[in-house]
């Protein structure tokens, strides 16, 4: 018997698992917007990690992560206090490998300082290869590389930190950060009685000497075994931020106390904490009363790790569809010969597309940022605008393809399943949809003139692509209404397309013609396949998405 077949039947027509992939290779789409970006010196830096990261091995890492949830060990056997969390050993490969890519850091200087070149486009395309394959552990990964934009606000303790921060070696063990080769850093703002209103938080920080002692709770603290966390808590002065070591200068362990770990949809490698604050010990970081300015610095690259691990999860989604139509007859026709299921997976592929575009372009704007105003502008009005767009169609588009496998993406042993789980959080957390279209709001009224301009810029990006100057004029007529709150998500969805346009114009001028031709002019349909494309565009998108 061979081992395709069982006792009753031999196997047939199912496709073969799509791993030992090279995820670079064989992703022309994100090749060509890293080098339309400025990244394309890093192609076989990235060409590496493409392969890693695809390898059989990493997938299976992926998989045992998620099955062996982690467990909360409060108590040792004695009835000690032990708050800590156990993770497979996958967990712990998948956050070293991260680490080892400088996925948590790479976008900083020694002094943690930004890096300067292509560093934020070289980073996003690893982190958009390694959402492909496991997202949870990017959770620490993601807080660890942001915490450095707060800790900014503090340059004693960044000049303290950053030695240990900048280094590439993932260091489990639970010690004194100071002590270890290499560190984690998480985040506590959420409340039980409020997450976007950071404002409503009831932690105290008192004064202890040179630091504070904090008491009260989060509803939400993710990765609770990082080394430390930024927490916002009331001081005399008002919200301020702080940074709560696990471990307090004397070597004791610090006064974190974890209640429970969530049960969560997705996102089921990475922990999710409710903990108390006992007195905790912690250091302030910047000036008190001024903790959401200091935490927003955070916040801002979060967001943009949230847009590239759902275009991450949504490329993925695309290429086991793809994958599995090429192989998977039906009617003694494969399904990527179908003419229907080529509709469908020809439209993904553009949605795709233009997502990493997008992105990518987002990213570029990070790397400038800190010597151009423009693209400082563009930075600030389209974080928001592109985690909207990106995060909010990812759970439709992870359907779709999940349906493309047929009851094989519904269950457990695939990875679609569990990309579908994810995919909603991204939405959710950092600011949700609502949350982001009102600080697109923000971002028009206060810096009036900067992002005029930069509708502008995407205007002239845009030009001359189907439905681009109406999309431009609406989006302008709409922002200045007074009831502007109303129309939000239309405008901000009209936005992020419009710079989706634009982006993709710069990678691939064709298909931001497509895309402008059935997302501009027309209002999409609310199901992938229900646009018309020509024959020739449709295998051109398809083979482009998986040669
Ligand atoms: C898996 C997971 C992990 C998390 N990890 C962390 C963590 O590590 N650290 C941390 O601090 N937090 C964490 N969070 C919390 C997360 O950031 C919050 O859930 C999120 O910010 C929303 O806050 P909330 O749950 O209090 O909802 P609310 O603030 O009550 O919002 C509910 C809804 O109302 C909308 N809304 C809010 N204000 C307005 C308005 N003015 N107008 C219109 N609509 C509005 C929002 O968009 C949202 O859809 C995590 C959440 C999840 C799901």
């Keep these: 018997m061979t081992p395709s077949s069982s006792a009753t039947h031999e196997v047939l027509n199912q496709s073969p698992p799509f791993e030992d992939v090279d995820l670079f290779g064989l992703d022309k789409s994100l090749a060509e917007a890293v080098a339309a970006n400025g990244g394309a010196a890093a192609e076989k830096e990235l060409s590496e990690f493409g392969q890693h990261w695809g390898s059989a091995d990493m997938a299976a890492r992926g998989r045992f ?34 680490a080892h890519a400088g996925v948590h850091n790479s976008t900083w200087s020694a002094e943690g300082k930004p890096a300067g070149g292509a560093a934020e486009v070289v980073r996003a395309a690893k982190f958009y290869m390694a959402a492909q394959v496991e997202t949870g552990h990017l959770c620490p990964i993601t807080m660890t590389r942001a915490s450095v934009a707060a800790l900014a606000a503090q340059p004693d303790l960044l000049a303290k930190t950053m030695p ?33 209103d950071v404002r409503s938080n009831m932690t105290r920080a008192e004064r202890d000497g040179d630091a504070y002692r904090i008491s009260g709770h989060k509803w939400f603290m993710s990765a609770p075994m990082c080394d430390a966390f930024l927490v916002l808590a009331q001081a005399d002065e008002g919200l301020t931020c702080f940074f709560m070591p696990r471990f307090v200068p004397d070597g004791s362990v610090n006064a974190i106390q974890f209640q429970r770990l969530k049960d969560k949809l997705g996102n089921r490698s990475n922990a999710s904490s409710e903990v108390e604050f006992a007195g905790a010990y912690a250091m302030r970081v910047g000036d008190e009363g001024k903790g ?85 502008a563009f930075m600030r009005l389209l974080t928001p605008a592109i985690k909207y767009w990106v995060c909010k169609s990812a759970p439709g588009f992870l359907y779709e393809a999940m349906e493309c496998l047929g009851g094989n993406g519904y269950v457990e042993e695939g990875i679609l399943a569990r990309h579908y789980r994810e995919s909603p959080v991204n939405a959710i957390w950092e600011g949700s949809g609502n949350v982001m279209c009102l600080d697109v709001l923000r971002a028009l009224s206060r810096e009036a003139e900067a992002a005029s301009a930069v509708l502008q810029g995407l205007a002239e990006g845009a030009r001359g ?76 998108l398809m083979q482009r998405a998986l040669p």
């Design 292 to 376: 959401i300015r200091t935490i927003i610095q955070m916040v801002q690259l979060t967001r943009q790790d949230c847009a590239i691990a759902s275009a991450g999860l949504m490329r993925s989604g695309l290429a086991h569809a793809l994958h599995h139509a090429r192989y998977r007859s039906v009617f003694q026709k494969h399904l990527a010969d179908q003419p229907l299921m080529q509709a469908v997976l020809a439209d993904m592929a553009l949605h795709v597309e233009a997502s990493i575009a997008l992105v990518m372009r987002l990213c570029r704007s990070f790397d400038r940022a800190p010597h151009d105003l423009n693209e400082a």
């Design 465 to 540: 692509l189907p439905g681009a100057a109406d999309a431009v004029a609406l989006i302008g007529k709409a922002f200045r209404r007074p009831d502007s709150e109303r129309v939000a998500r239309l405008a901000v969805e009209k936005l992020a397309l419009l710079a989706a346009a634009a982006a993709l114009n710069k990678v691939s001028p064709h298909h931001a013609e497509l895309f402008a031709s059935t997302r501009l002019a027309e209002n999409h349909a609310s199901m992938y396949g229900a646009v018309e494309l020509g024959n020739d565009d449709i295998r051109g």
């Design 164 to 196: 240990v921060i900048g280094t590439r070696s993932y260091d489990p063990t639970f010690a004194p950060w100071p002590t270890k080769r290499g560190m984690t850093l998480g985040m506590g703002m959420t409340e039980k009685q409020g997450g976007t």
């Design 65 to 98: 992560a998620n099955e062996n949830t982690p467990k909360l060990r409060t108590f040792d056997a004695r009835g000690n206090r032990r708050d800590e969390v156990e993770f497979h050993p996958a967990y712990h490969e998948l956050m070293a490998r991260s």
